[in-house]
């Protein structure tokens, strides 16, 4: 009576793991899915449209423009005399040689041509100004 009590522990002791390996891989799938890898920064610009618009890299130092005016890197408002010591900072640290200019339709060339120049002194090799059409998910096709 003693050997049938054994076998029944020993047989307790193995537990069935690849149901939980096979939710393991199903959540690990859903996470890269529903993942943005990059983000545009939650301002409200409307871009320009443009017919030779190509896609963008997906590293690049992202500059904004907003309808006001105001600059932004990223998310963080910059004034303009800041942004060529803060791009060279981001091109020198982060590896990405291009800056992309997010800048809504309203704002006058003038700004932007400001915004590009500062971009190109800080060492940028390729400066670009995405319009309206996309290029993917998160991202603006650049000229």
């Not at 200019?101 to 060492?123: F, K, S, Y």
Request: include cysteine; glycine fraction near 8%; charged fraction near 25%.
């Amino acid at each position: 009576m003693r050997r049938s009590m054994r076998r029944v522990s020993s047989e307790e002791k193995d537990i069935d793991i690849s149901p939980l390996i096979d939710v393991v891989f199903i959540l690990l799938i859903f996470f890269m899915v529903s993942t943005t890898f990059v983000k545009d920064a939650q301002l409200d610009i409307e871009r320009p449209s443009a017919r030779s618009a190509e896609s963008t890299p997906t590293e690049a130092v992202r500059v904004n423009v907003d309808r006001s005016g105001s600059v932004y890197l990223g998310e963080l408002p910059v004034r303009l005399w800041v942004l060529q010591s803060r791009v060279r900072e981001l091109l020198e640290s982060g590896g990405a040689e291009s800056v992309l200019v997010t800048v809504d339709r309203a704002v006058p060339a003038e700004t932007l041509i400001e915004v590009v120049d500062q971009c190109r002194l800080a060492g940028a090799e390729h400066v670009g100004v995405v319009t309206d059409r996309e290029a993917g998910p998160g991202l603006g096709g650049g000229a």
